[in-house]
């Protein structure tokens, strides 16, 4: 049996699919860092997925989850926001390509995995008010519909921690 020039193409657009499926993820990533910064610094940062820290503060965050964020510091007045999951350029073009190549798994993966999306604010900068006697004890906010719970968010750090 002998190899056609036309199987041949064939065969090496189709591994050529296979490799670029997925391609958002492996590029990107499924994680993405949150700057996180407060005028003036030093507020406790509570996020709805339990995760902690003090301004200023970055942040490796699931790409594909939503996420509540509270600042607080005592004489200021507590600040709530929440930072969203959306579809970001970069990860659509990707997406898109992935589609026009035939890598219908690569799209799939990607979609999963939540590499075609963005944390939106990246940077998240925070003016605090002043106010009396302000926030005094930081709380983690509500999680947010889609977003990723205090439960959920240890048991992925404990899997990566074990690899």
Same mark, same amino acid.
């Given at each position: 049996?002998?190899?056609?020039? !036309? ?15 997925? #391609?958002?993820?492996?590029? !990107? ?33 699931? %790409? ?5 964020? $509270? ?58 008010? $002043? $106010?009396?006697?302000? #926030? ?14 205090? $439960?959920?968010?240890? %048991? ?8």
């Amino acid at each position: 049996m002998s190899l056609s020039p !036309r199987r041949i193409a064939l065969a090496a657009v189709v591994v050529l699919a296979l490799c670029l499926g997925g #391609c958002a993820t492996f590029i !990107r990533g499924s994680t993405q860092s949150l700057t996180i910064d407060s005028l003036p610094g030093g507020a406790t940062v509570s996020l709805s997925n339990g995760e902690r820290c003090a301004t200023p503060c970055v942040l490796k965050l699931k %790409r594909k989850h939503p996420v509540a964020v $509270e600042l607080c510091k005592p004489g200021y007045r507590q600040a709530q926001t929440l930072v969203r999951s959306e579809l970001g350029s970069a990860g659509a073009v990707r997406m898109a390509g992935n589609a026009l190549i035939g890598g219908l798994i690569g799209v799939g993966v990607d979609a999963a995995s939540g590499a075609a999306k963005d944390l939106s604010p990246n940077v998240l900068a925070v003016l605090l008010v $002043e $106010e009396s006697p302000g #926030c005094t004890a930081p709380q983690f906010p509500a999680v947010p519909e889609d977003g990723q719970t205090p $439960e959920e968010y240890a %048991r992925t750090k404990k899997k990566a921690a074990a690899k």
